[in-house]
């Protein structure tokens, strides 16, 4: 219990001191997902690559990294040749998104990753580790699919369940834990919305980029889904 209290210490203090960092005119800035921003690195990518061989500004990931975080962009590869400096709403520049790419190989196509979601999940899962540390298995509520599961997590800590905002739909979606023991965000009410262009799919196709296509956002921290009987269903990893 002390050290978990240690570690809700460490975060408050964490988010308290990124705050002093930077006034309240420029953080509400940096937290703006700007079209311009977007577009601007977007030519800037673009330009890259055609003036290098095809060559991607990215950071080098290794190959079993998740598709949506398998592609960062390296902003020390575009300034100041391409651009005058990174975005203020970049997380190299002081603020809470990651840019990426998504169809790298095919159609590079500028993104980004809202960081919070990542630091909720962090602090989930310091918490689980705590409690198993002492009671050696994660407190397991309910199995919603093969290797997929929602925690009770009122016995780590938590007065309610934890969530994270959509970037699509602002709801409150669940927080998951995968048969790896790393936490996800669950999407599925998102993917209910899109039921139309899911049915589009087969059984056994990804079916996430249909949350990413008319969005600045991709669904980063999840786990595969698919159609099965015209619904969104986790997918079923091998």
Known sequence: MKKLSFIILMCTLISILSGCLYPQDQLAQNQTPYEDQIQSVQT??????????????????????????????????????YLSDAPGNSFENGGIYQYVLVDAETNPTVKLIDLRIAEKLRDVGLRVQVYREKHTYPPIKKTLSKGVFLLNYKKIGFKEEPF??????????????????????????????????????????????????????????????????????FLEQN
Request: charged residues 25%.
């Open 44 to 81: 800037a990518v673009n330009k890259f690559k055609k003036e290098n061989s095809g060559i991607l500004p990215i950071k080098t990931k290794d190959m079993s990294t998740p598709i949506y975080l398998k592609y960062p962009i390296d902003f020390t590869r575009l300034i100041p040749g």
């Open 164 to 233: 994270v905002i959509s970037p699509y739909s602002q709801k409150n979606l669940p927080i998951i834990m995968g048969n790896d023991g790393d936490f996800y965000v669950d999407y599925s009410m998102d993917l209910f919305e899109k039921i139309d262009e899911a049915k589009k799919f087969k059984t056994g196709q990804d079916i996430r980029s249909i949350l990413e296509k008319d969005s600045p956002f991709v669904p980063a921290y999840s786990l595969p889904y698919t159609v099965k009987d015209g619904q969104p269903v």
